[in-house]
């Protein structure tokens, strides 16, 4: 298994590292490209990575990695979440989720992993979404999305109230994103990058490992056509300076 991330920009009061991209989707719901056609791993991708957008947006609110006031409540899975009203931000979320989503469609991405660090550039927590897919998927129904909306509700839902289990991080602290996948998927991307400008590296021993760190689960989901496991990775000691 290989850990990729990617370089560029730096972002306001903390930098945004490294992330990955997703096509925008429409907001109001997961229902709409889903009603008319059969399951398969690209919906699933659509479905999946429309949840890691806004449960990216609900870590950096609620781990206050970003200023509250750059956040407004909205609704999704009937639910209030906090999504960030900062295009820069948006759209490198948006960026990020874009390059996860060919790997998701082809079964190559195991994890995606929402990096907190702090300002000596050393993890503090890690947000790990492990994720599987059955081998085929031959199913059509509504009423397994209705249940599928329901799974990612409550993992939002736990992500909301993570801080109470969760110690206190130090100001000035930015995020990255990582994803671990097959090797195979590694040569593939390293003979064709995604997108052009938009490069992949193997992520540096830093970013990947913590030092003895606690492991906090927060949620499990198990449907047909997804499992997903989310806990998190926080570092025993945080710096408060």
């Not at 008319?36 to 870590?59: G, T």
């Not at 931000?89 to 995606?112: F, M, S, W």
């Not at 989901?221 to 499992?227: G, N, V």
């Given at each position: 298994m290989?850990?990729?991330?990617?370089?560029?920009?730096?972002?306001?009061?903390?930098?945004?590292?490294?992330?990955?991209?997703?096509?925008?989707?429409?907001r109001?719901?997961v229902?709409n490209?889903?009603?008319?056609?059969?399951?398969?791993?690209?919906?699933?991708?659509?479905?999946?990575?429309?949840?890691?957008?806004?449960a990216?947006?609900?870590?950096?609110?609620?781990?206050?990695?970003?200023?509250?006031?750059?956040?407004?409540?909205?609704?999704?899975?009937?639910?209030?979440?906090?999504?960030?009203c900062?295009?820069?931000?948006?759209r490198?979320?948006?960026d990020?989720?874009?390059c996860?989503?060919?790997?998701?469609?082809?079964?190559?991405?195991?994890?995606v992993?929402?990096?907190?660090?702090?300002k000596?550039h050393?993890?503090?927590?890690?947000?790990?979404?492990?994720?599987s897919?059955?081998?085929?998927?031959?199913?059509?129904?509504?009423?397994?999305?209705?249940?599928?909306?329901?799974?990612?509700?409550a993992?939002?839902?736990?992500?909301?109230?993570?801080?109470?289990?969760?110690?206190?991080n130090?100001?000035?602290?930015?995020?990255?994103v990582l994803?671990?996948?097959?090797?195979?998927?590694?040569?593939?991307?390293?003979?064709?990058?995604v997108?052009?400008?938009?490069?992949?590296?193997?992520?540096?021993?830093?970013?990947?490992h913590?030092?003895?760190p606690?492991?906090?689960?927060?949620?499990?989901?198990?449907?047909?056509?997804l499992?997903?496991?989310?806990?998190?990775?926080?570092?025993?000691?945080?710096?408060?300076?």
């Amino acid at each position: 298994m290989a850990t990729l991330t990617r370089q560029d920009l730096n972002f306001g009061q903390g930098k945004l590292c490294f992330t990955l991209r997703m096509l925008p989707i429409a907001r109001n719901s997961v229902e709409n490209p889903i009603r008319k056609k059969r399951w398969s791993f690209a919906v699933v991708a659509d479905i999946l990575c429309e949840f890691l957008e806004v449960a990216i947006h609900m870590i950096l609110y609620v781990r206050e990695v970003y200023p509250s006031g750059i956040f407004q409540k909205r609704k999704k899975y009937n639910v209030p979440v906090q999504m960030s009203c900062h295009p820069e931000l948006n759209r490198y979320i948006q960026d990020t989720l874009h390059c996860v989503k060919p790997l998701i469609e082809k079964n190559e991405a195991e994890k995606v992993v929402v990096v907190i660090i702090d300002k000596e550039h050393h993890p503090v927590e890690r947000f790990v979404f492990e994720i599987s897919q059955p081998p085929l998927l031959s199913i059509s129904s509504d009423t397994l999305l209705s249940h599928v909306e329901q799974l990612l509700r409550a993992v939002i839902l736990k992500i909301s109230v993570c801080d109470a289990v969760l110690d206190n991080n130090p100001p000035g602290c930015t995020f990255t994103v990582l994803v671990h996948t097959r090797e195979a998927a590694t040569r593939n991307m390293e003979k064709v990058q995604v997108i052009k400008d938009f490069p992949w590296i193997v992520a540096d021993e830093q970013e990947v490992h913590m030092e003895e760190p606690k492991l906090i689960p927060l949620k499990t989901m198990t449907s047909d056509i997804l499992k997903m496991q989310l806990y998190v990775e926080e570092k025993g000691r945080k710096s408060c300076g």
